[in-house]
Nanobody, 129 residues
Framework: QLQLVESGGGLVQPGGSLRLSCAASGASLDYYVIGWFRQAPGKEREGVSCINRSGGYANYADSVKTRFTVSRDDAENKVFLQMNSLKPEDTAVYYC??????????????????????WGQGTQVTVSS
């Protein structure tokens, strides 16, 4: 069974940066599309970003485009989310999730899909002055 663990969250001031990590064990992440999600208090969970198996394609929610960058390092079995120019509205618990896809599937999976199979425990990001 694939297991995911997020880390790197914390308290930062508006305009600051954080780098979140999603570390996998039990299987190689190169078989999976990886998504980042977040959930703020009192709000629905929302998709943040997705990266395909090869790392050659990624997408982002409009609210984080130009500020966040997702990447993967299959040698370390990790996926990262670099978050820059953070805003108070970015405050949330951030989760990574994985869904296995065949090798010919070179795009991402919708964040609204019910196919996301594996989830991490989440890491808290708080942006406040």
């Amino acid at each position: 069974q694939l297991q995911l663990v997020e880390s790197g969250g914390g308290l930062v001031q508006p305009g600051g940066s954080l780098r979140l990590s999603c570390a996998a064990s039990g299987a190689s992440l190169d078989y999976y599309v990886i998504g980042w999600f977040r959930q703020a208090p009192g709000k629905e969970r929302e998709g943040v970003s997705c990266i395909n198996r090869s790392g050659g394609y990624a997408n982002y929610a409009d609210s984080v485009k130009t500020r966040f960058t997702v990447s993967r390092d299959d040698a370390e079995n990790k996926v990262f989310l670099q978050m820059n120019s953070l805003k108070p509205e970015d405050t949330a618990v951030y989760y990574c999730a994985a869904v296995a896809v065949p090798s010919w599937f070179t795009s991402c999976v919708s964040h609204e899909s019910d196919e996301w199979q594996y989830w991490g425990q989440g890491t808290q990001v708080t942006v406040s002055s």
